[in-house]
C-alpha cells in the first residue's frame, strides 16, 4: 500500500548483497492499474565472492489473487448463512434454560450441552470469517495506545470464569506495558493461547502467563504441563487446519486457532514460538513492539 523508496527496489537490496523474497508487491501502471506481482532477487557473485550484479524475478499473480478473492468471499457467505440458524439455536437453547429452571438433572445438562455446542460452533464460524479476511488482507484492525498488562488479566479472568476447575497465574512486570495495537485482536490472540493451555494441560496443573519487556518489545508466555508437543509436530503447528495428533476428543475444532493467532500478532509487526518437552512444559511466546 505504500511506494517503495529506491534503496528498497528488492534489484537495489540484491546488489547489496540481500536475498530478497519471494515479496507480494504491486506494480502500478501509468493508467493506474495495478497488478500484483511476486517477486524475489538474489545476487550474484565473481570467483572472489564480490557482488557483480543482480537477478530479478518477476511474476504475475493476478489470477492467483483473483481465486483467493472468491474463495474468501464464497467462505464469507458460507459463515453468514451458517450463522443464522445457529443464533436462532442459541436463543432457544437460551429460552429453554430459562424454562427449565429447577427441571431434572439429565434436562438441564442437556440444554447446556446444547448452548455449549452453539458457542463453540459460533467460534468456529468467527475463525473461518477471520480466515477470509486475513488471506485477503481485509481484517479490520482499531490499532491504539494499548496496556498489554491489562489485557492480559482481562484474558486470564475471563478464560478462568469458562474453566473454573483450573488454576491460573498470571506475573507482570511492571504495571503499564503501553503497545499500539487493536485491543480486541490482541484479546483474541490471548483467549486462543489461553484455551489451549486449558486443553492441553492437565488438569492438576497451574496456567501460567508472564508478560515481561526485552529491549523495545514487550514479551508474553503462556505455559501448561501436559503431555506437551511432538518435536515433528513444531514447525507444522502454525499451519491452516493444524491440529496436533492424538489430541483426544476434548480438544475439538477446525485447526484455525493457532494460524490466525499468528497472522494477528504478524499484523501488529510481532510474532510467536514454541518450545515444548513432552511430557512436561510447553510454552507460547509471543513479541510485540512497545509504542514510542
Same mark, same amino acid.
Given at each position: ?8 527496489l528488492?534489484?537495489a =537490496? ?8 519471494? +515479496? ?6 501509468a493508467?493506474g +492499474?495495478?497488478?500484483?506481482i511476486?517477486?524475489?532477487? &538474489? ?13 530479478v524475478a518477476?511474476?504475475? $499473480? ?6 483467493? =478473492? =472468491? ?7 458460507i &459463515?453468514?448463512? !451458517? =450463522? ?8 432457544h437453547?437460551?429460552?429453554l434454560?430459562?424454562?427449565?429452571a429447577?427441571a ?9 450441552? $446444547? ?9 468456529m464460524?468467527?475463525?473461518? !470469517?477471520d480466515?477470509s479476511r ?14 498489554? %498488562? &491489562?489485557?492480559? /488479566? ?24 503501553? $503497545?499500539? %495495537?487493536d ?6 490472540v490471548?483467549?486462543? !493461547? ?14 501460567q ?7 523495545d518489545?514487550v ?13 515433528d ?9 493444524? /491440529? ?7 480438544? +475439538?475444532?477446525i ?6 493467532t /499468528?497472522?494477528? !500478532?504478524r ?11 513432552p511430557? &512436561?512444559?510447553? #510454552?507460547?511466546?509471543? #513479541?510485540l513492539?512497545?509504542?514510542?
Amino acid at each position: 500500500g505504500e511506494p517503495l523508496a529506491f534503496e528498497d527496489l528488492p534489484g537495489a =537490496r540484491a546488489l547489496r548483497g540481500e536475498r530478497v523474497g519471494p +515479496k507480494e508487491v504491486l506494480i502500478r501502471h501509468a493508467d493506474g +492499474k495495478e497488478v500484483p506481482i511476486l517477486l524475489s532477487a &538474489a545476487p550474484t557473485f565473481d570467483a572472489d565472492g564480490m557482488v557483480t550484479g543482480a537477478v530479478v524475478a518477476f511474476e504475475d $499473480i493476478t489470477v492467483l489473487k483473483e481465486l483467493e =478473492r =472468491r474463495r474468501a468471499e464464497w467462505n464469507s457467505i458460507i &459463515a453468514h448463512d !451458517l =450463522r443464522q440458524p445457529l443464533n436462532a439455536i442459541a436463543l432457544h437453547a437460551q429460552i429453554l434454560a430459562r424454562s427449565t429452571a429447577g427441571a431434572a438433572p439429565a434436562v438441564s445438562e442437556t440444554v447446556q450441552q $446444547i448452548r455449549a455446542l452453539a458457542t463453540r460452533l459460533n467460534r468456529m464460524i468467527q475463525d473461518l !470469517l477471520d480466515l477470509s479476511r486475513l488471506e485477503v488482507r481485509k481484517l479490520p484492525m482499531d490499532r491504539r495506545p494499548v496496556d498489554v %498488562a &491489562a489485557v492480559v /488479566r482481562e484474558s486470564v479472568a475471563r478464560i478462568a470464569m469458562e474453566a473454573p476447575d483450573r488454576r491460573f497465574e498470571a506475573h507482570v512486570s511492571e504495571t503499564r506495558l503501553e $503497545i499500539l %495495537a487493536d485491543p480486541d485482536r490482541l484479546a483474541q490472540v490471548m483467549d486462543n !493461547l489461553l484455551t489451549n493451555a486449558v486443553k492441553y494441560g492437565r488438569a492438576d496443573t497451574t496456567v501460567q502467563v508472564a508478560v515481561e519487556t526485552a529491549d523495545d518489545a514487550v514479551v508474553v508466555a503462556v505455559s501448561n504441563e501436559g503431555a506437551g508437543i511432538p518435536p515433528d509436530e513444531l514447525p507444522r503447528l502454525f499451519r491452516r487446519f493444524r /491440529r496436533v495428533e492424538g489430541a483426544g476428543p476434548s480438544t +475439538k475444532g477446525i485447526g484455525l486457532g493457532l494460524y490466525i493467532t /499468528r497472522e494477528l !500478532l504478524r499484523a501488529h509487526g510481532g510474532e510467536i514460538t514454541v518450545a515444548s518437552e513432552p511430557g &512436561a512444559t510447553t #510454552t507460547f511466546r509471543f #513479541t510485540l513492539p512497545r509504542a514510542r
